[in-house]
Each structure stands twice: as C-alpha cells, then as structure tokens.
C-alpha cells in the first residue's frame, strides 16, 4: 500500500509570492490534516478536511487555505508568502475524521524556504 | 484549556540504556485520547500508541513500554535497551473537544553508540 506522498519536497519561493502544496493520502483514508513545523513553534495545525468539506482549522491567517478533491487528494495554498512563513509542511491521512480520535499516517513532508 | 507539556527538550543516552520520555497533560475534559509519535530524522512522523481516558492498563510493545497515570495526568513513554535507530524527536499528543490535537514540544532522543 503506497503511503502519503507530498509534492513538491522542496520549494524556494520569493516574499510576496504565493504556493501551492499537495498531498496524496493513503487510498480509502478520507481525512487529509495539514501541519506546519517550525523550530521555534514546532509542530502546528492548519487544517483537516473530511469528505472534501474543511472540519477544523487552526489558528492561521487567511493566507493560508485549503481544499480536498473527491479523490480525498489535497492541496494547501499560502498567499502573499512572509519569511515567517519558511517551514516544513506536513501531510497526514487517516481513515476517519479527528486528528485526534485516529491514528495518522505522514507523508515526508515539503520544505518551503521564502527568501 | 488543554496543554502538553514534554519537559525534556533532549535526551542523550549510550545504546542498551533504557530511557524514560515524559509527558504530562492538561485537561478538563473526562474523555480524551493520547498519542505518542517519532519523527525520525527523515522527517515522517510515525504513530507509536493511541490510549483512551478510560484505559489505564500499561502497554507494551517489543522494546518499548507506557505507562498512564491519570492521577499525576502523566503518559510516559519508556524504551528498553535502547538502539541507535531510536534516536528521533518523541512527540506527545493529546485530543481536545474537538477531537484535534494538542502537541507537546516533543523530545529530541540521541542514541550513541
């Protein structure tokens, strides 16, 4: 069984700019959760989706969206880049809703560095 | 509200030590979930354990063990005989109302040979 891919593994992007992240999950999970990993904040969550519908978000800006296709493929979207932003974002999958009610399973994650 | 807290930031032991990770938690709720991962240096978090309120019964897995104490609101986390493949970042986890999750820090273990 494949396990939860993350494209691209690595970006560089320019402040101001904007990028888009994706993730594939484990096939038959329908929950795709989305984490932001920094040294000084460590791990973080944006977001989960279920069933292609948003069902908890964290506490980011409005910079920072998402969406889940009916494939239960994910993309995240981070607008108007800050440095703040450079990271290591993290994709999990798991069978049912609740990051905390199900054990999930992380893709290898994508290092954004904004310059 | 709910907190996490992994009061070791590293840990550094010769290999076939046992090690003790701690964590310590904070919450109100009487039904939550707690979780341990490992990110080995490759960065992939990997799900070790998932204990619910009501099971206080210590589990044991291979090498490594935990040990629930709702008394001291403590979920700690023990590896026998370590291995230099043990060396990654621990993290605690706890699930809010919500049912999402409430990391801790995490635990940085380095295992020398």
């Known amino acids: 069984k494949a396990g939860v891919t993350q494209t691209p593994r690595y970006l560089i992007k320019t402040r101001g700019q904007q990028v888009t992240l994706s993730c594939s999950p484990i096939s038959g999970h329908r929950s795709v959760s989305w984490y932001q990993q920094t040294p000084g904040q460590g791990l973080q969550f944006l977001f989960e989706?279920?069933?292609?519908?948003?069902?908890n978000k964290g506490n980011f800006p409005g910079r920072f969206s998402g969406r889940q296709f009916s494939n239960s493929r994910s993309e995240m979207n981070v607008s108007t880049l800050e440095l703040g932003d450079s990271a290591l974002y993290l994709c999990?999958?798991?069978?049912?809703?609740?990051?905390?009610?199900?054990?999930?399973?992380f893709g290898p994650g994508t290092r954004l560095t904004v310059t | 509200a709910q907190k996490v807290t992994q009061a070791q930031t590293e840990i550094s032991v010769v290999e076939k030590e046992d090690v003790t990770l701690d964590c310590v938690y904070e919450t109100r709720d009487t039904t939550y979930y707690l979780f341990w991962y490992k990110q080995p240096p490759s960065g992939e978090l990997v799900f070790l354990i998932r204990?619910?309120?009501?099971d206080e019964q210590n589990e044991i897995s291979g090498r490594y063990s935990w040990n629930f104490q709702k008394s001291t609101s403590s979920f700690n986390f023990t590896i026998t005989a370590s291995q230099v493949v043990d060396s990654a970042v621990y993290f605690c986890a706890l699930s809010d109302s919500n049912y999402q999750l409430i990391w801790g820090a995490g635990t940085k273990l380095i295992i020398k040979p």
């Open positions: 989706y279920f069933s292609e519908t948003q069902r």
């Open positions: 999990a999958s798991s069978l049912g809703a609740g990051t905390g009610l199900n054990e999930q399973y």
């Open positions: 204990r619910n309120s009501f």
